[in-house]
């Protein structure tokens, strides 16, 4: 179970001085994220999105292909109203997935959650075309997201909104 632990396996990884009270780059081992996911074999991708999508079944199929050819394990759902998924593989694999997804323009954006992976997150691929990619069960009050949304506040302003009581939803 140790071996899992993050300071632990920087500490295998960068030896013992990385651990050091420097703070470089936010990190107090004094190592950076992207010095980590380097050195990472399998890395663990978390990502949606909410974007008009006109076939569901050909984006499940090109997704399914992508996955195989990546050598990607995990569970993708597809909607009409965009992508859902968590997948895993080697490291320079979801990099190259991440590049191909980022070159259709529905999901040049997506902010995509990465971590370390152990390379047996998934027993198998699973790419699925659902009625929606978050089950919300609203049938015909259904809304858009990409049509329909709120307004987008920084952190400092929503901790305003917070402190002053301001009525939110």
């Known amino acids: 179970q140790k071996k899992r632990h993050s300071l632990y396996w920087c500490n295998k990884r ?15 081992w004094g190592i950076s994220l992207r010095d980590i996911i380097e050195h990472m074999k399998y ?8 974007t008009e999508t006109d076939n569901p079944v050909h984006l499940m199929r090109e997704q399914r ?3 195989e050819r990546l050598n990607l394990k995990g569970r993708i759902i597809v909607a009409t109203e ?10 320079s694999n979801t990099e190259k997935y991440i590049e191909e997804m980022s070159k259709d323009p529905r999901f040049s954006d997506i902010n995509w959650k990465k971590s370390e992976g152990t ?4 027993p ?8 929606e ?17 709120g307004k987008y506040l920084e952190s400092e302003e929503l901790h305003k909104w917070f402190e002053n009581k301001k009525e939110f939803y």
């Open 14 to 28: 960068f030896g013992e001085k990385s651990l050091g009270t420097q703070k470089q780059n936010n990190y107090p």
């Open 43 to 50: 890395q663990i991708l978390l990502f949606y999105k909410y």
């Open 65 to 67: 292909r992508l996955c």
């Open 119 to 122: 390379g047996n997150a998934f």
């Open 124 to 131: 198998k691929l699973k790419v699925k075309v659902r009625e």
């Open 82 to 91: 965009g992508i859902n998924g968590t997948v895993e593989g080697e490291v």
């Open 133 to 149: 990619i978050v089950s919300l069960h609203l049938h015909d009050k259904d809304i858009k997201p990409w049509n329909i949304t």
